[in-house]
C-alpha cells in the first residue's frame, strides 16, 4: 500500500523505477542547496566537498569539450602486444615475456629473415618518429623469432643419419634403424616386413634414374628378401607413403639453438623520487653485484626532493666506476649535440669562421704597419730597390734628341 501511496503521489515514475532504479547519491547538492541537518547548516564537511570540486576541476579534461587533451598511453606496452599478437599468427599462441633491460646481441642474419617475414610492418616502424603502439619491437620480436623459428624437417639429412656405413645404401640393419625410428617399441614382424613392402612398392612405380646406384658401393650385401631393391636416397626420398611416415615421427627441430636464463645477473630497479626507498635500491645492488645493471629514470622532476635523488645517484655512480671512461666528457662540459651530422655541421660553420678571422686580422696587421711606419718603409725599399740614374739620363737625352 505504501508503494502504491508513492506512485500516486508521483504519478511520472513507474513501479519498476521505484523499486529498481538508481538510488540517490548521499552528499549531493544542487545549485545553492545549504540543507536542513545541523553539520549541513554549519558546513562541516565544506573542505572536503570543496577538495571534491578541485578535484573534479582537474579532471574536467577528460569529459568536457573544452579541455579535452591527449592521452599518454604506455606504447611501450601497446607495441609488446602488437608484436605477440603477430606472433601468435604465425607461430602459434604461447607464453611470452619480456626480455631483460640489458645489452643483447643480434645475428644480423636473424634480423634480416625477421625483417623478411614482417616487411610491412617493420617499415611502419621505420616511418614512426616516435614510439608507437604498432612498434616491431626490436628485442622482445628478435628473441621470439629466433625461439620459435623451425626448420623444416629434411628427409636426405635423415638418411645420412640413419646410413651409418655411408655406403649410399640401406642394409638390414639400418633399415631395421629407420623402423625404429617411425614405429612404436617393440617392432614387429610385420612393421618391419610393412616397411620392406612399401618399398618394393616405390620401386615399381619410381622411374629407373630415381631408384638405380650410381656408385657401386664397395661391399654389397645381400637383403633378407630378395625382391627388396637397394634402398637408395632417391628411392627413400621420392617414395611418399615412406616420407609420410618419417614427417609424422620426426618434429620440427628449432632453427637455431637458445638457452632461456633467468634474471640472476639483472638488476632492473625503477627509480622514483622517494629518497629513502631509492638509498635502498643503491645499496641493494652494492650488496648483491650483477653483471648488467638497468637504473629506469622515473623520478618527478619537479619534486622537491629530485636534486636529492640525483645527488645520490651520483655519489652510487661514482663509487661503482670512479674512473670516467674515454668516451666521458669532463665533468665542466656538456654536449650539447644530439646528432652527429649537426656537430660535424658545427665544425664547418667553426672553420669557415675561424679562415675568416684569421683573414681581417692578418689585412688588420698589414694596414696597422703600412699606416704607422709607412716612411720607413719606403726608406727600406730605396735601400734596397736604389733608383739607376745613368739610365734615366741617357733616356732624357735620347728625348731631347
Not at 508503494?3 to 513507474?14: E, G, L, M, T, Y
Not at 629434411?154 to 649410399?168: A, L, P
Not at 629513502?276 to 622515473?298: A, T
Request: hydrophobic share 35%; with cysteine.
Amino acid at each position: 500500500q505504501q508503494k502504491k501511496k508513492q506512485i500516486d503521489v508521483n504519478p511520472a515514475f513507474s513501479e519498476e523505477d521505484i523499486i529498481e532504479g538508481p538510488r540517490r547519491k548521499l552528499q549531493y547538492y544542487t545549485g545553492n542547496y545549504q540543507g536542513f541537518l545541523p553539520w549541513e547548516k554549519h558546513k562541516y564537511f565544506q573542505d572536503l566537498l570543496d577538495e571534491e570540486e578541485s578535484l573534479k576541476k582537474e579532471l574536467a579534461y577528460f569529459t568536457e569539450s573544452k579541455f579535452v587533451g591527449r592521452q599518454l598511453k604506455d606504447t611501450f606496452a601497446d607495441s609488446l602486444r602488437y608484436v605477440n599478437k603477430l606472433l601468435n599468427g604465425k607461430f602459434g599462441f604461447t607464453s611470452r615475456k619480456v626480455p631483460a633491460h640489458m645489452p643483447h646481441m643480434i645475428d644480423r642474419k636473424v634480423m634480416q629473415e625477421l625483417q623478411d617475414l614482417f616487411p610491412e610492418e617493420f617499415d611502419k616502424t621505420s616511418f614512426h618518429k616516435v614510439r608507437h603502439y604498432e612498434d616491431m619491437q626490436f628485442a622482445f620480436s628478435y628473441f621470439y623469432y629466433l625461439m620459435s623459428a623451425v626448420q623444416q624437417l629434411n628427409i636426405s639429412q635423415v638418411f645420412d643419419e640413419i646410413d651409418t656405413d655411408h655406403s649410399g645404401i640401406l642394409s638390414d640393419r639400418e633399415i631395421r634403424t629407420l623402423a625404429t625410428r617411425i614405429h612404436e617399441l617393440p617392432l614387429s614382424l610385420q612393421d618391419l616386413t610393412g616397411l620392406e613392402q612399401m618399398l618394393i612398392n616405390c620401386s615399381k612405380s619410381l622411374p629407373l634414374n630415381i631408384t638405380q646406384i650410381n656408385i657401386i658401393p664397395p661391399t654389397q650385401e645381400a637383403y633378407y628378401d630378395p625382391n627388396l631393391p637397394p634402398v637408395t636416397k632417391g628411392l627413400l626420398m621420392n617414395c611418399k607413403l615412406v616420407t609420410d611416415r618419417i614427417r609424422k615421427a620426426y618434429k620440427d627441430k628449432n632453427k637455431y639453438r637458445f638457452e632461456i636464463m633467468g634474471e640472476e645477473e639483472v638488476a632492473f630497479k625503477m627509480i622514483r623520487t622517494n629518497v629513502s626507498h631509492v638509498v635502498g635500491q643503491l645499496d641493494d645492488i652494492r650488496k648483491n653485484p650483477r653483471k648488467f645493471v638497468c637504473l629506469n629514470d622515473n623520478i618527478d622532476h619537479n619534486h622537491k626532493d629530485a636534486q636529492t635523488v640525483k645527488a645520490v645517484l651520483r655519489d652510487f655512480y661514482e663509487s661503482m666506476f670512479p674512473i670516467p671512461s674515454q668516451f666521458e666528457l669532463p665533468r665542466e662540459y656538456r654536449n650539447r649535440f644530439l646528432h652527429t651530422q649537426e656537430l660535424q655541421e658545427w665544425r664547418t660553420y667553426r672553420d669557415k669562421l675561424k679562415f675568416w678571422t684569421h683573414c681581417v686580422l692578418v689585412t688588420l696587421i698589414v694596414f696597422t704597419v703600412t699606416s704607422f711606419f709607412a716612411e720607413q718603409l719606403i726608406a727600406l725599399k730605396r735601400k734596397i730597390f736604389p733608383r739607376r740614374r745613368i739610365q734615366k739620363e741617357v733616356c732624357y737625352e735620347r728625348m731631347k734628341v
